[in-house]
């Protein structure tokens, strides 16, 4: 079988890195890719905004399955278009990527389907936000309604803060159309929970749980990126906590979509806050995580194909996935500024040595190669993943090879899956 990655990020080598294991894949492109997935498959520069030009590319290479990694192409209505002309593709229509697309959406459908989230207040002008303010207990969340990249919510201390954050986001100064709408959001406390499952439009089969690290500083400080590292482990979720989710979060969704007139096929990503009142959902996204999937593809066993295609088949089932009961976990070395301003082109030295330690996997997010070296080329450089017998081991196996590396500002956080391991 031929497959066609649509993506260039840490997750989608890690989809490379795993489907390139079934015994029935044959080659794997993927549209534009990396460096290090160039290693792996054949990248073809595609604009993935460009749903035309993904389909040019599809015409030409004919995949026998298409899989979406980014949001992008999903909110664009890659899985509709791609449908309508016979391609097979793996991944939610465009009126389910609306659950990520628009906090908005989300907020409401979870109101009409009784999963239980924050309290909110849907605001489109600074008046609008002036008359909710009052209703909220300080700290409260802003959000901008649209796709921003993990960059748009704002945990403000005061009505002040959070009223200019607020004006700055619906000005559009701040994120563009995104912020032509914003959502005002209790402030929750707990540890937050990625939660995946797999989806037929009926049926769903949870993924293994993993915890993202979404600030940029150490000890959940400062300001939220796309994820600086994530960690999988058995016990993240026990099973008494995923039949909840379960019964609560996931399959509702699911059945909410389809009741609306959706058959929700593919990843569902339930962001969570495992708060004192329960797990609440802070967000949906309709793709695999990232960096979830670096650690979570690090501890599946069985072959991913036949996973994505029970989704497309509708016959999804308990036994899609077999996971390892190792731990595994994924450090991301970015651009020294990210998610702020900062430098590209910087040499990457090192990453000949560091998959001599066992069990450690590089996943390429932002690089680029010249003449058989490779530079820095975005915020999230490289995902480190280790796996290992117990989560201390693969901590330790991670951050060993992350020393290996160098480059020019780079930035990484040092205490991914801290939390878990004092416990
Ligand atoms: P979102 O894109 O909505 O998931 O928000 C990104 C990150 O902001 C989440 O992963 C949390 O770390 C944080 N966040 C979002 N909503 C809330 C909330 N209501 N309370 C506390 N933190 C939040
Ligand atoms: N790690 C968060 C996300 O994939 O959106």
Redesign the pocket.
């Known amino acids: 079988m031929k497959i066609l990655v649509i993506g260039s990020g840490g997750r989608e080598h890690a989809l490379v890195w795993k489907l390139r294991q079934s015994p029935r894949v044959s080659r794997v492109y993927c549209a534009p890719g990396n460096a290090g997935i160039a290693a792996e498959g054949e990248c073809l520069p595609v604009d993935v905004k460009s749903v035309e030009s993904l389909l040019a590319l599809a015409a030409q290479i004919k995949p026998d399955l298409t899989v979406v990694g980014p949001e992008l192409p999903l909110q664009l209505g890659v899985v509709d278009e791609f449908t309508r002309r016979g391609y097979r593709i793996f991944g939610p229509p465009q009126s389910a990527a609306q659950l990520e697309s628009s906090?908005s959406f989300a907020k409401e459908f979870m109101q009409r389907h009784h999963i239980p989230t924050?309290h909110y207040a849907i605001c489109d002008s600074t008046k609008d936000v002036a008359d909710a303010l009052p209703h909220f207990h300080m700290p409260v969340?802003v959000?901008a309604d649209g796709l921003a990249a993990?960059k748009?919510?704002v945990?403000c201390k005061s009505k002040e803060e959070a009223s200019a954050v607020a004006a700055e986001m619906l000005s559009g100064k701040m994120l563009g159309e995104a912020g032509a709408r914003v959502v005002l959001?209790?402030?929750?406390?707990g540890e937050?929970l990625s939660f995946l499952v797999l989806s037929d439009g009926e049926r769903v089969a949870a993924l293994a749980a993993a915890q993202?690290h979404?600030?940029v500083g150490e000890g959940d400080t400062g300001a939220?990126t796309g994820g600086m590292g994530a960690y999988s482990t058995q016990t993240v979720v026990d099973a008494q906590m995923q039949n909840w989710l379960l019964q609560h979060v996931a399959r509702p969704v699911i059945a909410g979509m389809k009741a609306e007139g959706t058959e929700y096929k593919g990843v569902l990503y339930c962001?969570l806050?495992m708060t004192a009142r329960g797990p609440m959902v802070?967000?949906f996204n309709c793709r695999f995580g990232d960096p979830e999937t670096q650690p979570i593809l690090m501890r599946l066993e069985s072959d991913l194909l036949e996973a994505l295609e029970a989704s497309i088949d509708g016959r999804v089932s308990d036994g899609d996935f077999r996971w390892s009961t190792d731990a595994s976990v994924c450090v991301v070395m970015a651009s020294g500024g990210y998610p702020g301003t900062f430098e590209v082109g910087k040499k990457i030295s090192g990453l000949e040595d560091v998959e001599k330690v066992a069990g450690v996997k590089v996943f390429h997010a932002g690089t680029t190669k010249h003449d058989d070296a490779y530079f820095t080329a975005g915020g999230r450089v490289l995902g480190v993943t280790a796996r290992a017998a117990s989560l201390d081991e693969a901590v330790k196996r991670a951050y060993e090879a992350v020393q290996k590396i160098s480059f020019g500002g780079a930035y990484y956080r040092k205490d991914i899956a801290a939390r878990a391991l004092k416990k």
Do not use: F, Q, S, T
């Open positions: 906090k924050a969340v959000k993990g748009g919510v945990i959001e209790e402030c929750l406390k937050e993202d979404k600030r939220n962001g806050m802070l967000e």
